[in-house]
């Protein structure tokens, strides 16, 4: 029988950037929060302490990643096909352990354009109406590039992102892209000193007639304290950002931007090696009510909680919410998804404790 846990008020499934970002947000608002992670414990020190951090045949070969051979997502190329398991990355790399892959991403920090989120829409008008075929389902998103510029430029600041305003305030500015969004403000840090390939680079656009712009990076190029209080150093130029975890706190991760202002918070525990299994509902299957998750030692334990927020990215919160039952499955024969997959009373409880609280 499964060992049941007190209540709290949120229960956060899976600790890498969604994870970290929802932490702080529910802790200031006063609530109680037991943050669950899959994998081990991880920080810059002592876990990517310089030199053991640079083994490049270790974190090259993956040590930070999901281990595709004890659990893997699968994958068909039809409805008809049997799914296969993936046991090979290629453009993703899923992240396992505290930080998530925000440990070892390249810090590469593109938003997205204005015509991303109304793609269909964009399309349409530029081509007509009968330039995408019926069985292609690009939608509009639901939000607009006004509506989250004000997100994407508190995220560029919390990470200390290195780079050059192409669109300032709907001005176009020299040195920067031309083609992005306008923001609302300049970039937090200046861009990142130009390494030999990319001033080759740079040399070849030109003469060609082209204009370069540096890549708007999430490593600080000089030492910045970012809104939360957190300092970051100026990048070295080392080389080691993808696949590995920053030894010198300047690629923007959880550890370097959020973790450390949540280090003995009162309201907050984490406990690493808890691996989820079963989102918990109520009798009406409206409203959730906990999870069920495995401990590190293999025991069944169960966290009641008022929220459950899934944030282990989209492979396992999908698989989460499969498992759980909850909502009905996308079905591409109709293109069709049933009933929603969320549970608002619960949610609008929490948005009202929220509002109390001055969150």
Known sequence: MAERKKSVDAVIIGYGWTGAILAKTLTDAGLSVVALERGPARDTSPDFEFPRIVDELKYVRGDLWQPLTKETVTIRHSPSDVAAPCRKYGSFVLGNGVGGA???????????????LNLRSYIEARYGKKFIPPDMTIQDYPVTFGELEPHFDHFEKVCGVSGTAGNLRGQIKPGGNPFEGPRSDAFPTPPLPAIFAAQLFEKATAE???KSFPTPAANSSIAYTNPYG?????????????????????KASPQT????????????????NSYVTKVLLDDTGEIATGVLYI???GREVEQPASLVILSAFQMHNVRLLLLSKIGTPYDPATGKSGKRSFCPRSTTAIRRRLGRRGA
Not at 103 to 116: I, T, Y
Not at 258 to 267: A, C, E, K, Q, V
């Open 257 to 272: 931007t959020i973790l450390p202002i949540l280090d003995g918070r009162s309201n907050l525990e984490v406990r690493t």
């Open 295 to 297: 401990d590190e030692s």
């Open 208 to 210: 060609l007639g082209y």
């Open 230 to 250: 957190v300092r970051l150093g100026p990048c070295n130029l080392c080389g080691f950002c993808e696949r590995f975890g920053c030894f010198l706190y300047f």
């Open 102 to 116: 925000g440990v070892h991403w390249n810090g590469q920090l593109w938003r997205a354009s204005p015509e991303d």
